[in-house]
Nanobody, 115 residues
């Protein structure tokens, strides 16, 4: 079993920045992949970014160049640095991990981009 705890969400103005954190309950070194999804009101959950065990990072086209995913194995944490935020980035952001084909989710953290 893996518990994932997100933090760092909040209210920010358009053009602003936030950094989300996702802390795992155990070592993430052997996780197959770890990353972020988001769900806006009335929409399906969508992929944002992920990092594989080997360090390969992929992003959704909508966030490329604005969001940066990073991993700190010692802290068992992945981060999502979000810059140049837009109102359309408003959503609940969920941390996701896949370990030996088992999938885990955090409880989500709200990000609201509004003036």
């Amino acid at each position: 079993q893996v518990q994932l705890v997100e933090s760092g969400g909040g209210l920010v103005q358009p053009g602003g920045s936030l950094r989300l954190s996702c802390a795992a309950s155990r070592s993430i070194v052997n996780f197959d992949r770890m990353g972020w999804y988001r769900q806006a009101p009335g929409k399906q959950r969508e992929f944002v970014a992920q990092i594989t065990r080997g360090g390969w990072i992929t992003y959704a086209d909508s966030v490329k160049g604005r969001f940066t995913l990073s991993r700190d194995n010692a802290k068992k944490t992945v981060y999502l640095q979000m810059n140049s935020l837009k109102p359309e980035d408003t959503a609940v952001y969920y941390c996701n991990a896949v370990v030996r084909l088992a999938e885990y989710w955090g409880q989500g953290t709200q990000v609201t981009v509004s003036s």
